[in-house]
């Protein structure tokens, strides 16, 4: 399996971990995505994760079956291009733009679908800004979505002791004492907490935004923490959220 990736996905490779393994890195996201990942699944690709096909995984990449390198020449944030061989059998596909964007799938040379990009939205804080004042409530609704995900994985992280532990640090005695105990210190230590599960590779889910899920977390629990602290509204809270 050879795998080539833009600068943003690669750095992946470096330090999170991966639900359900134990391990940090992509190579053992590559090696169950191919023996028991289902695409079905969607993002949720590795649901099936089992202690027999980690194992499996990791004989996957002790015999060096999987290459990973930067893609040159792209200018692509999200940009991941996967090419499998199995005897004379070759196939290849690439998602660009979003997590489950196909833009490009061949099998032995032939190609099976082939999109354009679609082009960037233009878009400037006053238009984003208007539109989560004006939107129609129940078309936006969904964004409380990433409130119950995101504030569920950093009570997840409050429970257990993962990577650093900073969110349920920040929680103790003696940091009250330094910090407050406060709407700051609370959005500190949630914010931190959900980064701290999901990097350990925790078995729980988060929003992401813009690619990434420490990004959607910090877009989302300190508005969220605020809301809740200071009485606001439903309504309120879904258009601070957009």
């Known amino acids: 399996i050879e795998v080539l990736l833009s600068a943003n996905i690669l750095k992946n490779a470096m330090g999170v971990g991966i639900p359900g393994t134990g391990m940090v890195g992509l190579p053992i996201a590559v090696a169950l995505g191919a023996l028991i990942g289902k695409s079905d699944y969607q993002l949720e690709v590795l649901r099936d994760c089992t202690p027999e096909a980690v194992e ?8 060096k ?9 792209i200018t692509e944030k999200l940009y991941i291009e996967v090419i499998c061989k199995a005897g004379d059998k070759t196939a290849k596909a690439i998602i660009a733009g979003g997590h489950t964007t196909f833009i490009y799938i061949a099998k ?7 999109e354009e990009e679609d082009a960037s939205l233009e878009l400037n804080l006053r238009k984003v800004y208007d539109f989560a004042l004006t939107a129609p409530l129940d078309e ?13 994985a950093a009570e ?13 640090m920040l929680r103790g005695t003696y940091e009250h004492k330094v910090m407050g105990d406060s709407v700051f210190s609370h959005i500190l230590s949630y914010t931190s907490a959900a980064c701290d599960a999901r990097m350990a590779g925790a078995m729980i889910p988060v929003m992401s935004n813009s690619g990434s899920g420490n990004q959607g977390i910090s877009a989302t629990l300190p508005v969220v923490v605020f809301a809740e602290e200071n009485g606001k509204s439903e309504e309120e809270l879904i258009r601070a959220l957009m």
């Open 56 to 63: 499996q995984g990791k004989r996957f990449i002790a015999e």
């Open 65 to 73: 079956r999987i290459c990973i390198s930067l893609k040159e020449d």
């Open 108 to 114: 032995d040379e032939h190609t099976v679908s082939e």
């Open 140 to 152: 936006i609704r969904f964004i409380l979505d990433t409130a119950r995900l995101n504030k569920a």
């Open 156 to 168: 997840q992280a409050f429970k257990g002791n993962y990577g650093h532990s900073l969110g349920k």
